[in-house]
């Protein structure tokens, strides 16, 4: 079964993790350490015959088109992180209009095609701002991968679908990717990118992937080109910070070459569209759907 492999293309001083100590404002004072990253993953991607999803940040693109231009022509879909990695609950309605649709026009101006999905920073679409769902579909965006299904203190819609539905808000909807979780305990964990890829053993990662393979399910995992850079500066933050980010990150690269080694992953689009557009994409699918109280009704 052919799994789907994303990476968030952001710079180490750019996440959430860091946000207390770094401004937006600040980027342009750090070493830009994402073009060399993401070059270094496309070489890891290319050597394993993969191809992934990458949801590039509008800024990043603006500043580095170049690196748009190698995951495209490399054979990748290029997808949105937004402009300014701002979470969705920090923002207005008009505040992430604005956000979105400077991000999409960057990214579609340098690669020539339509961008169709969108990944929200830090996973940020949570029951407070599902109004996002509604603007996403009418800015022409056709998936989102944005939900986290577990409990968590500011992200995570932990009632909604574990695997992908059709998300609905007034009206408008969006096929919905999120990312893979187990369960343990009666509660949905995630494992599968980020920090809790790299904080588990391979070997848990790898028998949680291989479940929902056996439950027919493709497992949607998420890197980050910082994530296979052990030599970047470290940052002075708070010590729950300083952990989140750097730990593990010395074999991040190792346990990406592993999965790729044991699985097969394809993009969002490879995975889920067609030419013609997958049925589940354009909204006439029998998948779940999912209102606006975040929970999914079928499927």
Not at 28 to 47: A, F, H
Not at 240 to 259: C, D, P, Q, W
């Amino acid at each position: 079964m052919k799994n789907i492999l994303t990476i968030d293309v952001e710079d180490y001083f750019q996440v959430e993790n860091f946000k207390k100590v770094i401004k937006f404002s600040d980027w342009g004072k750090y070493e830009d350490r994402v073009v060399g990253n993401t070059g270094k993953m496309l070489e890891i991607l290319d050597n394993a015959g993969v191809k992934a999803t990458f949801f590039v940040l509008g800024w990043t693109a603006e500043k580095f088109p170049g690196i748009v231009s190698d995951i495209s022509e490399a054979g990748h879909e290029v997808a949105s992180h937004g402009y300014a990695h701002a979470p969705i609950y920090t923002l207005s309605p008009a505040e992430f209009r604005a956000d979105i649709v400077k991000a999409k026009k960057i990214l579609e101006g340098i690669t020539g095609r339509p961008v169709l999905g969108y990944r929200a920073p830090t996973f940020s679409l949570t029951d407070k701002c599902l109004w996002a769902v509604e603007v996403l579909a009418e800015e022409g965006f056709e998936y989102d991968s944005s939900v986290l299904p577990v409990r968590h203190k500011t992200r995570g819609l932990p009632d909604a679908g574990r695997y992908p539905y059709r998300i609905v808000e007034n009206g408008r909807s969006l096929f919905e990717v999120p990312i893979s979780t187990t369960t343990f305990l009666g509660r949905n964990m995630a494992f599968s990118g980020g920090g809790y890829f790299r904080l588990f053993p391979y070997t848990y990662v790898k028998n949680r992937i291989k479940k929902i393979n056996t439950d027919r399910h493709p497992a949607v995992v998420y890197m980050h080109p910082w994530e296979i850079d052990p030599d970047q500066p470290r940052i002075k933050a708070d010590i729950a910070g300083r952990f989140k980010h750097y730990v593990n990150i010395s074999k991040t690269e190792k346990k990406m070459k592993r999965l790729l080694d044991d699985f097969e992953f394809g993009s969002i689009e490879s995975v889920y569209c067609s030419e013609e557009r997958d049925p589940r994409l354009r909204g006439d699918d029998t998948l779940g759907v999912s209102s606006n109280d975040g929970k999914q009704s079928k499927g």
